[in-house]
């Protein structure tokens, strides 16, 4: 038969019932729709993660106090609190080769109140080199100074949300507010970063390291240090060099810290994105099986039907190939159609996820491959059966078929 000739059979076979057809590409399209949606979605919250990731700072070395384990985050090294990083300890990082900044950091939650205005939120002390460390800048007024942290100072600078909760439609700037019983005079606002996992600079409030450990939480220790490193390409090395130094000054021979850098939390939050989509997409697959079932069912349908059509084709001369090759383009028809509305449907999926706000995603060409690939292949495995039983069928016993 000619490629013009099944091309044409095949319309007249499908269109013969369209609704028959309609709710038989249904499952393909539901299927495909629903594999393109959750990859796309996956992808977009793979590069929002690697984005927040990469706003938390430049070439970013986080150093926690006690020892980071799998499965049981942050423990001690045998003193039941984390408390093994010093002030101290800052001048053994920045001397090392390597390093451009250095920014140790104090945090605790407290009540803020500001105008009537209250607010349970994060207070970090910290040192001028924050800025250039984790990369964010002033909406107006100035950050924490050297003379602010030499003399102890009662001045604080608030993140976009925390600002907008105190002193909303109102000028922050030179207000005062009350943490932890203290007033602190209000010297800058930060300019709005947006999320970035778990460590918001909006929702932060930053006073003086000193001021910080000797006035509103009496810690001696720090929360972590972020170290910029000046060469991205030598992160290891200064992570090794860090590691090394830590442990001469505390003078243990098993780590009581643990440094983290942007590519393992990036790394482990990726696996886990990857393992999660991939276990969405496996479900969202099982439709397709259906579909492929519901293709099946119908091409069997159908050659039950158009026994006497076949009986009369075979003894006017069709081959044996040219029957099963017509009843196998109907069923791959119906799922390459199938195939083209699932992608369209995805794509509109993708687009109002990602016109709610909720995340922006990422439609690839690898995912609309994939879609074409598998209609084709869900067309040829489970059309197969059927076209293969009408090729097989006897010309006469055909034509006697009631």
Known sequence: MKTRDILNETYKALSANKVRSGLTMLGIVIGIASVIAMVSIGNGAKASIQSSIEGL????????????????????????????????????????DGVEYVSPEVSSRFQI??????????????????????????ANGNFISDANQRSIGRQAVLGATVANDLFTNQDPLGKTIRINKVNFNVIGILVAKG??????????IFVPLSTMQKILSGMDYLSMMAVSVADKNKMAEVKDLATNALLDKHRVIEADFSIISQEDILGTLTTVIDTFTLFLAAIASISLLVGGIG??????????????????RK???????????????????????????????????????????????????FSVLLAFG???????IFGYYPARRAAILSPIDALRYE
């Open 195 to 204: 999320g970035v996992g778990f460590s918001g600079p909006d929702d932060m």
């Open 295 to 312: 293709i099946m069912n119908m091409m069997l349908t159908t050659v039950t039907e158009r026994t006497k059509e076949i009986g009369l």
């Open 374 to 380: 598998v209609s084709a292949g869900i067309g040829i």
């Open 57 to 96: 700072g430049s070439n970013l070395l986080t150093i926690l106090p006690g020892i980071v384990q799998p499965g049981r985050g942050i423990v001690s090294s045998g003193r039941g609190a984390a408390q093994t990083l010093k002030n101290e300890d800052v001048d053994i990082i920045k001397s090392i």
């Open 113 to 138: 109140v500001a105008i009537g205005n209250n607010t349970n939120t994060t207070v970090t002390g910290v040192t001028p080199d924050y800025m250039n460390v984790h990369n964010i800048a002033l």
């Open 315 to 365: 003894a006017i001369g069709a081959k044996r190939k040219d029957i099963n090759l017509q009843f196998l383009s109907e069923a791959v028809m119906l799922t390459f159609i199938g195939g083209f509305l699932g992608i369209i449907l995805g794509w509109l999926i993708c687009f109002i996820v990602t016109s709610t706000g909720i995340v922006k995603t990422q439609v690839s060409f």
